[in-house]
């Protein structure tokens, strides 16, 4: 038996009057998807836990199979896993985004015009991030470079009662009310501060502004954490893993829990993304003796965050395409469970996540359903309803 995930990381939404009052899941056109719903089971689950934030980070361990009241110890941690990081007891991991501020001279009245400075490519970000290591590491604070324009900074000994915003909440709007505030808040205000002046001068930027592009003028800091403890996954649930990804997020997950995360070149995490390679990948888990493979596709999410209505519809498309090359792969390869889910919304009229319970979908070749239920928001109110993520992987493995 093979188990597979195809996770649209926040593809799930509200009704749009651009797209006729549908959702875009609703406007999609996803013949792979709607071929296999009616033999499927289609309901909500609530993947955030109450009283926690809506991160891919709580979701996602959330629909693995890890409880985040238990798993969680913050994001950039599981993201320093995937990069390398070595992390000590007492350590703190802070994710470091590189992001558009608008010119004002003072920071506070600054304006976050780019959660991901133009999605900045990860050879420029490598470039930009390591000549803010050259100038601001020292014995508290290490910088590392990530994909694109998520990084990660460790600080020593550092704490996690600093609140930090993460800066796609805070789209177009300017940024005094958001800047770090609480214990040790002026280390990393000044940290950012400094790294304008490192930043705005530095070639990559004066090429992307030159080429029409937003420019990286600072870091940015958010999802603080301590060193992460996940349970081994085939011991917890007695199946070979992977994850395919091109976030750090997800690699992290993965190595914490004794996972494969092979790299898929060209996977970006947007609608640009290599949909062929991740497909290759996982397949090629599978061949390898992998017996559970998470394909994570990202770019959903990130139309929602940019407000980008058509290119999020054509995202879940892009999910869909996904979807129905597994299915043809699978269908050659004897019984198999798939599950087909967002992580959280990500609403374009809000441009961030939300906690509302999301559309799931499993269908089971051996064991098919008979429903009357299309894979979208507005259905699954009608399906079942899981209270926890962490149902998604037992309703996957219970006995036929």
Not at 7 to 22: C, F, Q, R, S, T
Not at 28 to 49: C, F, K
Not at 148 to 173: A, F, Q, V
Not at 197 to 210: G, Q, S, W
């Amino acid at each position: 038996m093979k188990y597979l995930v195809v996770l649209g990381d926040g593809m799930a939404d509200y009704e749009l009057e651009a797209l006729g009052n549908k959702t875009p899941l609703q406007a999609a056109i996803t013949p792979n998807i709607d071929r296999i719903a009616p033999l499927s089971e289609i309901g909500l689950v609530a993947t955030v836990p109450s009283g926690m934030k809506p991160g891919s980070d709580v979701a996602n361990l959330s629909v693995i199979g890890y409880d985040p009241k238990i798993y969680y110890s913050g994001r950039s941690p599981l993201e320093a896993l995937s990069i390398g990081v070595d992390m000590r007891d007492g350590d703190i991991a802070v994710r470091t985004n590189l992001v558009t501020l608008s010119d004002e001279p003072e920071l506070k009245d600054k304006t976050m015009i780019d959660y991901s400075a133009g999605e900045i490519s990860t050879q420029e970000a490598t470039e930009l991030i390591k000549a803010v290591k050259e100038a601001l590491s020292d014995e508290e604070f290490s910088f590392y470079a990530g994909v694109s324009y998520r990084h990660c900074m460790i600080i020593k000994n550092g704490t996690t009662e600093t609140e930090l915003t993460p800066p796609h909440d805070i789209s177009g709007r300017v940024i005094g009310d958001y800047l770090p505030s609480g214990k040790d808040s002026e280390k990393l205000i000044s940290l950012i501060k400094r790294s304008e002046e490192i930043l705005r001068a530095h070639t990559v930027n004066l090429k992307r502004i030159e080429n029409g592009k937003n420019p990286a003028t600072h870091i940015w800091f958010w999802g603080a954490g301590t060193k992460p403890q996940l349970d081994n996954f085939k011991e917890k649930y007695g199946l070979n893993g992977a994850i395919i990804s091109a976030v750090d997020l997800l690699k992290g997950i993965a190595v914490g829990a004794n996972m494969k995360a092979p790299e898929v070149e060209g996977a970006t995490g947007t609608l640009s993304t290599n949909w062929d390679g991740k497909i290759e990948a996982a397949k090629k888990c599978f061949e390898d003796g992998c017996d559970y493979v998470y394909i994570h596709l990202e770019a959903p999410d990130e139309c929602g965050h940019q407000g980008d209505t058509f290119g999020k519809v054509k995202a879940i498309e892009k999910v869909d395409y996904v979807v129905g090359e597994m299915l043809k792969y699978l269908e050659d390869r004897g019984d198999f469970t798939l599950a087909v889910l967002p992580d959280h919304a990500t609403p374009i009229v809000r441009k961030t996540h939300t906690a509302e319970p999301i559309p799931y979908m499993i269908y089971k070749s051996a064991k098919p359903m008979v429903s009357a239920l299309k894979y979208n928001e507005k259905d699954a109110q009608n399906g079942e309803y899981l209270p926890s993520g962490q149902l998604i992987i037992t309703k996957m493995l219970e006995t036929l």
